[in-house]
């Protein structure tokens, strides 16, 4: 699933070269149309070009474009090396991003160097939203407004950057609520977006679909929590999924999903804490939980999650391991977030 495509300028995204004829420039015909469909989508866009940036920023928004271009790379280095920029500022995998440019050189550098994105020549353009890998299974709330979920967090970054007291103060200045529950039939749709988007924190890396959801809830002893998060940088819709199963000695975690968008704030833990916090109510005479994980480079942040926790691994089948955690649980408390239902 491609989540960023990242654009050449120059006889790609417009015709002509923009410092020998900015007056000339202008966007190749139904560009726009494009990357409006893939905004809905929830794929983003970049930029990735041999240009000057304030030039190039002028520019974008005198076409009226500009508010679609995350972390743009606009130098002289390698176009690779963009690309691993800007999959590192996002946050997601290599795999996961899509080059558009008319140069075949700068395409096979970028498919020498840094294999697993995807290239494509400027002529396809029309043809980007048609390809599988630029589909989504349905379109959510979180889908068509995920740039604006990046651009809050990109002001988040350059607030904690600017600064200057501690880390937590910061994150209490940050004014995060979150909000968990058991989910309702609404967010059904987007508890299966998450699985099939979300890598570093998918314990299963499973990528489930709606009527497994419907089947799952409709059983008794099983349980389903999202969370729904939102600070002083705007709302971050449902960011967190877990799937749970409770016996009268054991709860089970079957599956749990929470969006790359909010590591490094304390918000998985706070969320995997809290939900097993409140199993542990109703069934007050269990002594341990237990995970399943699927151990793979793609998702250790999910494992260092759970041995945060205090789960601690108890045998490997595979590439499967078995995490427990006895029960109660160990205080932890979380004072920079308020957490509601």
Known sequence: MIKCVVWDLDDTLWEGTLREDEAGVKLLPEITAVIDTLDQRGILHSIASRNSWEQVKNKLEQLGIA?????PQCHFDSKAASMERIAKELNIGLDTLAFVDNDPFERFEVNYYVPQVHTYAAHQYRE???????????ATEETASRRQYMQARQM?????????GSREQFLKECHMKLQIRTAR????????ELSHRTNQMNSLLERIDLPFVESYCNQDSHYLYVAKLEDRFGAHGLIGTCFATVTEDR???KLFCISCRIEGRGIA??????????LGQQVPQADAVRCLLVRKQRNLPARLL???LGFKKTNTEDEQSTYMLPLPLPRMAFDWLEIGE
């Not at 508010?67 to 972390?71: D, K, Q, S």
């Open 269 to 278: 833990s706070a969320f995997l804490y809290t939900v097993l916090e409140r």
């Open 128 to 138: 980007l939203p048609e390809y599988p890998e630029f589909q989504v299974v349905q």
């Open 156 to 164: 988040r970054e350059e607030a904690r950057k600017a600064h200057k």
């Open 67 to 71: 508010h679609f271009f995350l972390y």
């Open 251 to 253: 709860i089970d975690i």
């Open 185 to 192: 039939q609404e967010d059904y749709l987007r508890v299966v």
């Open 306 to 308: 759970l041995e945060m």
